[in-house]
Structures are given as structure tokens and as C-alpha cells.
């Protein structure tokens, strides 16, 4: 257990940080609004631990949301980007080191081309752009409880049952939006099919998650992904995959090459920055040689491939590519993990479901199966924040939400999980 006093500067440095800075974070799902409390500040991270500025040290289960997959500080990741930083920190004109990465992705994802952007959210707005100046068609169907970013089009949540017209749930998305952007829940073919023929030849682009990661962890149903890529076909409909989680940490060719589905347009981000501010979209020729300075659908950036960013990008993916054994270690930890946890819970008493699919893994307080957002919310959240604190207060550092997957890094060797497993036996036993 760390000392009662554990949080002294980082709550001083809280109270600093939200005079200047909404909230006191800059994205809002590191303010732990969802478990109570107060963030914590980190100024350090080696391996499978962080440290924060009050000298505690945590086993990460965050993994800055995913990019982190080599583990912090990861050697040949950190010389790399110190040897760039010395030769040339930005230029805005192309370097070979963006062929090279661009190579890299395309061989390791079977895309045929791909842009670079600077973050995820970017990378799916991008995405839609092009999908809807490729068909010429206006609305688009996600699915609710996917994130794809915080683009003006993803913000909406599904009216009651498979609404044809998306509400916006947040303010300053207009309702022109939100009715070009149609809902429909994960995992239910019948509501897409629903959608689409209310939609006849308007609907541009399905974009889904292939695994979800942000209603907690939730795998595809047998079956609903190759369901997906055929009514796109029978459409004409573009299919985007946001592999944004899911892009190099499922297997080398992501999400797409675990479930052996292609999607036509492919979103990246997280891992494929190696913890840079980086993302990406690429797919099939046909589609983009709509895209600028090739076609006109216009989409630019000045940091766009920016060299820092690239260098720690290629290193991460290349290490993955000449590793190929670090995916079979990721997930044998992670279902160590979820093997240790289920008869800890199970000699509780507690009602849960543990959703895993190779490194992505979440506990959801809940006495139904999680297949998808309805299903997802009803879980105990009070549950959920005592189990998330009482890990914490062990040195545990999960996901501040049940609506978020765990990410394991491969720095998470038998030590960290013992750790790990130790705390929430002890954590556990407190919470029945
Ligand atoms: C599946 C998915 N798509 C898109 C995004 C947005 O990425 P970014 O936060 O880099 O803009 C996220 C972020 O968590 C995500 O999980």
C-alpha cells in the first residue's frame, strides 16, 4: 500500500494546472471524472512502470492509451529520436525517412498506400472526407460507443433504437452534422442493414472499430466484421476500419489481419507514433488517387511526417516487424492476466465480465455478457471506482474508466503480473 500522503504534489500541481488549463488536463479522459478524484502527475517511465512527482511507482496498464507497446523508454526507440533531434527537427518538404515509414506500414499492413497526420482523430476525419468525395455520397453509419476522435462527425450518439438521424451530444456540433452521420449498436448487422436500406445510395462509409476499445474492450461477434465488409460491397459503401487501437498491437497487420477482414480504408495512430503526436490513413489506390495533390479531396498538414515523429514511428514498427514473437508474448500476459483475475473475482461473489482480445483487456462489474455500448453501461461503476482506486493505492495504474480497454505492453513480464495479481486479490477481498 503507498503512504496515505501519496498525492501531495500532485494534487498541488492539480490545483496549479486548472488556473490555466481546462480542468486541469489537456484531454479530458485524464481527469478521472468517471472514478472520483483527482489526476495524477507523472514525471517519469521506464519499462512496464511510470513515476509520478510524489516518487510513487506504478505497474502502467495505460500505456499512454496504447502507443507505448515496447514498454517506456524503450532503447533504440529514444536513440533513434535523439539522433534525429540532432540532424533536423522539422522541415515541411519531404524526407526519404517518410518512404521508408510509408514502405514499412504498407508491407506490414497489405494497404496500398497511406498519408500521414499527426494524431487519430485526424486520421479518421480524413478518412470520411475522402470516403464521401470518392462516392459522392454525404452520411456515414458508426456504431455507438466507438470513438473515432473528436471530429465534429463522430460526436453523436444514437437516438432511441437504430434512429435514422444521430442527436449531437455535444454542444457546437450542428444538427447538419448529426444528420449526415447515422448510428446503429456494435455487433448488430440486422440495424445496419436497417440503415442502409432506409439510406438507399446516400451512405458514403462505415467506420467501425474492429475491436472496441472504448466501451471497455469488446470483441467483434463471430461473423459481424465479414457481415459489414459484404454489405459494403453490395453498395457500394467504402469500409473504414479506426485501427487506431487495434493497428500494430493485434498483430503486425492489426485488427485486419487478426480477423482476416479488409477494410478499404484503414485508420492508424497510438502505436504507429511509438508515443510521438502521430497518425495515418491509407488503404486501396483506387480510392486514394481521390486525394490531394493527386485528386481533389483536400488534406494537408505542417507537421505532417514531421521527422521526430517518423523516426520514432519506424523504429517502434520495425522492431515490431523483426519481432514478430513480441504478439505472442503480449498475449500470453495478458490472458496470464485475465487467468489470474477470474478466480480472484470468482471467490468474491462479485458479478463480472472480463472482455479480452490478444492484449486488450477489460473487467466490467456486470452480470451480462458486454457485446456492446447498452450492454457496456450497465455495469456498476461503483464498483468499477473502488476497484480502480484500490489498485491504484496498490500501485496499480489501470484505465481511470470502465469505458476504456487495458493496454499491456511488452515490458509486462511474470514479475509485473504477480504485482499486479497480488494487488487485486487484496483489493478484491475489500470490495465483497
Ligand atoms: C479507436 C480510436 N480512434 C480514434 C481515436 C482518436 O485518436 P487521437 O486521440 O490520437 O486523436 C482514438 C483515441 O483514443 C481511438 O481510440
Redesign the pocket.
Known amino acids: 500500500m503507498l503512504d496515505p500522503k501519496y498525492r501531495e504534489r500532485s494534487e498541488s500541481l492539480f490545483n496549479r494546472a486548472e488556473k490555466h488549463i481546462p480542468g486541469g488536463v489537456n ?1 479530458p ?1 485524464r481527469a478521472f471524472k468517471s472514478v472520483g478524484g483527482n489526476p495524477i502527475f507523472f514525471k517519469g517511465a521506464k519499462g512496464a512502470y511510470v513515476h509520478d512527482e510524489d516518487g510513487n511507482r506504478y505497474v502502467d496498464y495505460i500505456n499512454s ?2 502507443p507505448m507497446i515496447l514498454g517506456h523508454g524503450h532503447e533504440e526507440v529514444i536513440a533513434a529520436v535523439q539522433e534525429q533531434a540532432g540532424r533536423a527537427m522539422s522541415f515541411g518538404a519531404p524526407t526519404e525517412l517518410e518512404i521508408e515509414l510509408a514502405e514499412t506500414i504498407c508491407e506490414m499492413t497489405g494497404i496500398d498506400m497511406v498519408r500521414m497526420v499527426n ?6 476525419m480524413s478518412a470520411i472526407r475522402l470516403a464521401r468525395g470518392y462516392t459522392g455520397r454525404n452520411k456515414i453509419i458508426k456504431f455507438e460507443g ?5 471530429a465534429d462527425s463522430f460526436l453523436i450518439k444514437a437516438g432511441s433504437g437504430a434512429s435514422t438521424l444521430g442527436v449531437p451530444n455535444s454542444p457546437g456540433v450542428t444538427e447538419g452534422v448529426a444528420n449526415d452521420t447515422l448510428t446503429a449498436p456494435f455487433n448488430d448487422l440486422t440495424a445496419v442493414e436497417k440503415l442502409i436500406a432506409e439510406n438507399q445510395d446516400q451512405i458514403a462509409a462505415i467506420i467501425t ?1 474492429p475491436v472496441a ?2 466501451m471497455g474492450c469488446i470483441p467483434p461477434n463471430e461473423g459481424y466484421m465479414e457481415g459489414l465488409r459484404a454489405l459494403c460491397d453490395q453498395h457500394g459503401i467504402v469500409f473504414i476500419m ?5 493497428g500494430f498491437r493485434l498483430a503486425p497487420g492489426g485488427a485486419q489481419e487478426r480477423l482476416g477482414v479488409k477494410a478499404d480504408l484503414v ?1 492508424y ?2 502505436v504507429i507514433g511509438g508515443g510521438m ?1 502521430v ?1 495515418a490513413f491509407g488503404g486501396k489506390r483506387e480510392i486514394f488517387q481521390h486525394i490531394a495533390p493527386t485528386g481533389p479531396v483536400y488534406q494537408a498538414g505542417t507537421l505532417s511526417g514531421n521527422p521526430l515523429a517518423v523516426v520514432s514511428g519506424l523504429t517502434t514498427l520495425r522492431y515490431l516487424k523483426n519481432h514478430p514473437e513480441v504478439y505472442a508474448q503480449i498475449d500470453a500476459a495478458t490472458e496470464k492476466i485475465e487467468n489470474g483475475l477470474r478466480p480472484i473475482v470468482d471467490e468474491s461473489g462479485l458479478k463480472y465480465r472480463i472482455n479480452r482480445l490478444g492484449s486488450m483487456i477489460s473487467v466490467h462489474f456486470c452480470d451480462t455478457d458486454v457485446y456492446d455500448y447498452t450492454t457496456a453501461a450497465e455495469g456498476n461503476n461503483e464498483r468499477f471506482k473502488q476497484f480502480f482506486h484500490g489498485m491504484l493505492n496498490e500501485g496499480v495504474y489501470l484505465p481511470p474508466s470502465a469505458f476504456e480497454t487495458w493496454f499491456i505492453s511488452m515490458a509486462i513480464g511474470d514479475e509485473q503480473i504477480k504485482e499486479t495479481l497480488a494487488a487485486a486479490k487484496k483489493v478484491i477481498a475489500e470490495m465483497s
Not at 146 to 150: P, R
Open positions: 484531454s479522459v492509451w496504447g494524431s487519430g482523430t485526424e486520421a479518421c466507438c470513438y473515432h476522435g473528436h472499430e476499445g472504448n479506426d485501427e487506431v487501437m487495434t485508420c495512430g497510438k503526436p497518425g
